[in-house]
Structures are given as structure tokens and as C-alpha cells.
């Protein structure tokens, strides 16, 4: 069975780009745009790798990890995905379990050669 990827952010555009391209790939893609939406997704079936956006409606993207987490759901990988590069940020990444954080635009190249790390 492939690896199942659950892409979360607030962007349609960047979900559907990304899913297209993931599932292309050979990966088994879902989506979300929130954060509700993300925790029952990931919680009715847990993601090998989650991409997730760190600015979302209804709260922090690390909030879809924590709550991942206490559901027992906790993808096998996490990359957070934002706009903003700081190290206080990347600490605050790493600390709440992600494997890496990239700035976007994500350079696509960068980003499949990472999920295939994972």
C-alpha cells in the first residue's frame, strides 16, 4: 500500500497542487484546510508524513500535532510549512516533534526529495 500523506493548509490552491502532485508520485493523499479538519483526518486514518502549514483557521498548525498525538494518531513524519524563518520558530518545530521546517515557496524539487527521505 503507499505511504499515506496528509497535506494540511489553509491555501485550496497549495492542497490541490500539492495532492496533484503527491498523488502523481504514488502516494495516497488526503487534505485539509483547518484545524479541525486536519485532526479528523489524520485521526481517522493516520498519515505516514504530514505537511503541515503553520498558519491556520482555528488556531497554530502545532496545535494539529498535539492534538494528532493525544489521539493516539501521530503521523510517522511531520514537516511544518510556512512563510516565516526564524529560529525561534524552528525551535518551537523541532520541540513539538516535526522532522524538518521549510520556508515556502517551497522549492518543489526540495520538497519530493524530502518526503522520499521520510
Known amino acids: 500500500m503507499p505511504q499515506h500523506l496528509l497535506i494540511v493548509d489553509d491555501s485550496a490552491a497549495v492542497t490541490g497542487a500539492l495532492g496533484l502532485l503527491f498523488q502523481e508520485s504514488g502516494y495516497r493523499v ?3 484546510g483547518d484545524v479541525d479538519d486536519a485532526v479528523r483526518a489524520g485521526t481517522a486514518d493516520r498519515a505516514d508524513i504530514l ?3 503553520l498558519t491556520l483557521p482555528g488556531g497554530d498548525g502545532l ?4 492534538q494528532l498525538r493525544d489521539a493516539g494518531a501521530e503521523p510517522g513524519a511531520t514537516v511544518a510549512l510556512t512563510g ?6 524552528r525551535d518551537r518545530c523541532v520541540a513539538a516533534g516535526c522532522r524538518d521546517m ?3 515557496p517551497v522549492p518543489i524539487r526540495e520538497l519530493l526529495a524530502l518526503v522520499r527521505s521520510l
Open 30 to 32: 488526503t487534505t485539509a
Open 51 to 53: 505537511l503541515l502549514d
Open 63 to 66: 496545535l494539529v500535532l498535539e
Open 84 to 89: 516565516h524563518d526564524d529560529d525561534e520558530l
Open 102 to 104: 521549510l520556508v515556502k
